[in-house]
């Protein structure tokens, strides 16, 4: 629990920190790049402000003889020069005389050095002489000093700028600070979606532990939601409900298989028993004996390869490819007749071509062509097996499928004998395992062969059938509709 803990803590870790920096870095570069944008067009226009306003002094004392009285503070009448300088730029002005000497003071004082005492004294109108940075009183200036011409003096123009500049401060700061707010709130709100995200990564991990520790497969795995965390979620399930199954079917093969092995075991064990006297049995009884130790051994040795074989089916490792069950038919026809002598015949109509794992489809026709031969030992008609695939106007194929849903319709496999026949209290079960009819029980086998049929039948998309043939014998087979191909 502590570890599943840490891995969901660290996840959501993740999530949040990696949404936080995410917005972090997005949010500092707006900021960045919007604080720069605004600071440098404050700056920008602020001294184009200024350039203006000093070049129309300028232009204005070379067009008109202006005196140091023509920019005095003490105009009443606010007329003058002085006022179109002051008006539109709040800039503070100075008037200086001959020589240099302040006649009118600005606002705060400004600042005279010996460059704008020689304007003052310049002979020719619209002289310039400029500060870039003066303090003036603990705040920060820009200063021109333009010449009335004739040594009559001249004005000093200021313009404050520390104050835009504490402006600027106070907006990088809130912008700091907005910054740091939303760093938060992104940061909450990765949490938030972390936590939501990975509530169903929780409960599917969860789901995932209580199986490896308690080794049941069939626990219900919480699935809501269509997206990629949902689809993970009903994979699993399926899985889950897979390996459930497949847990089953072994458990009950080998629960069968344990009751089945019983009997030819204690047979065994019983003749292996009798050995010890063989000495003092009859030889007639001493033939009999070392018959049926021979006879169970087969049969044991039947019941197993059974077993393996219908294991091997189960585990569906054969790869699929396209094969033809006409020809496959035919080959298996051609062994039995080598090894029973009967006569067996092949008919196929149609297209017998499907997907599937050969082997396991040879498998389940050569069991029910055995099945034929030993319930139809004695039978001089040939054991018929017959074939039918799709037609030419029913190709295997969803545009011209003749089956319900699109589907094509399966290839049959059917095999018919003159043998006794199989009750109606026995079709049902002819395919489950080790199931034998009262009449099958004296003769060897191990009522796996047509269990088999059917798991092969099943795997490749089809069903088994078994019914009564007219005049006599059975019609048992299968139908096939293809097995997809593995991705």
Do not use: C
Not at 99 to 120: E, F, M, S, T, Y
């Amino acid at each position: 629990m502590r570890r599943r803990l840490r891995q969901v803590s660290s996840l959501r870790a993740t999530f949040t920190v990696s949404f936080a920096a995410v917005a972090a870095a997005v949010t500092v570069l707006v900021g960045f790049l919007s604080y720069d944008a605004a600071a440098r067009l404050v700056r920008v226009d602020q001294q184009t402000v200024f350039a203006e306003l000093v070049q129309d002094l300028r232009d204005q004392v070379r067009e008109h003889p202006l005196r140091t009285g023509d920019f005095a503070s003490s105009d009443t009448e606010h007329d003058g020069p002085l006022e179109d300088i002051i008006r539109p730029s709040r800039t503070d002005v100075q008037v200086l005389g001959p020589g240099g000497a302040v006649v009118d003071h600005g606002v705060p004082p400004l600042p005279v050095d010996g460059r704008d005492r020689a304007v003052a004294d310049d002979a020719t109108a619209g002289g310039l002489v400029e500060h870039k940075d003066v303090d003036v009183g603990g705040d920060r200036y820009r200063l021109a000093t333009v010449s009335l011409g004739g040594g009559r003096g001249a004005v000093q123009v200021a313009q404050q700028f520390s104050d835009t500049e504490d402006l600027l401060r106070e907006l990088q700061q809130r912008t700091v600070l907005l910054v740091g707010a939303v760093v938060i709130a992104a940061g909450l709100f990765g949490w938030w979606l972390a936590r939501r995200i990975t509530r169903r990564l929780v409960r599917l991990a969860g789901a995932a532990e209580d199986v490896a520790r308690t080794g049941r497969l069939g626990i219900q795995v919480p699935v809501t939601g269509y997206d990629e965390v949902a689809r993970l979620g009903r994979s699993f399930d399926r899985m889950l409900g897979r390996l459930a199954q497949s847990e089953e079917d072994q458990r009950r093969l080998v629960q069968d298989a344990g009751h089945e092995l019983r009997t030819p075991l204690t047979s065994l064990r019983t003749n292996i028993s009798m050995l010890r006297r063989i000495d003092e049995l009859p030889p007639d009884a001493r033939e009999e004996l070392v018959a049926d130790l021979a006879l169970e051994s087969r049969e044991l040795t039947d019941l197993v390869n059974e077993l393996v074989a219908l294991a091997a089916g189960q585990s569906d490792t054969e790869p699929v490819r396209r094969l033809d069950l006409a020809e496959l038919a035919e080959d298996v026809a051609v062994i039995a007749r080598r090894r029973t002598g009967r006569d067996i015949t092949v008919r196929a109509t149609g297209d017998a071509s499907v997907d599937g794992r050969p082997s396991a489809l040879q498998r389940a026709v050569s069991n029910l062509v055995e099945n034929a031969t030993k319930f139809d030992r004695s039978g001089t008609a040939p054991i018929e097996v017959v074939v039918t695939g799709r037609t030419p106007a029913d190709p295997a194929g969803p545009e011209n499928s003749s089956g319900s849903g699109g589907r094509p319709e399966p290839v049959r496999v059917e095999v018919l004998d003159r043998g006794p026949g199989i009750g109606d209290e026995d079709l049902a079960r002819v395919f489950d395992r080790f199931y034998r009819t009262a009449d099958a029980r004296s003769l060897p086998g191990s009522g796996l062969g047509l269990s088999i049929v059917r798991e092969v039948s099943t795997a490749h998309g089809g069903t088994p059938f078994a019914h009564p043939r007219a005049g006599g014998g059975t019609v048992i087979g299968f139908t096939v509709e293809g097995t997809p191909a593995p991705d």
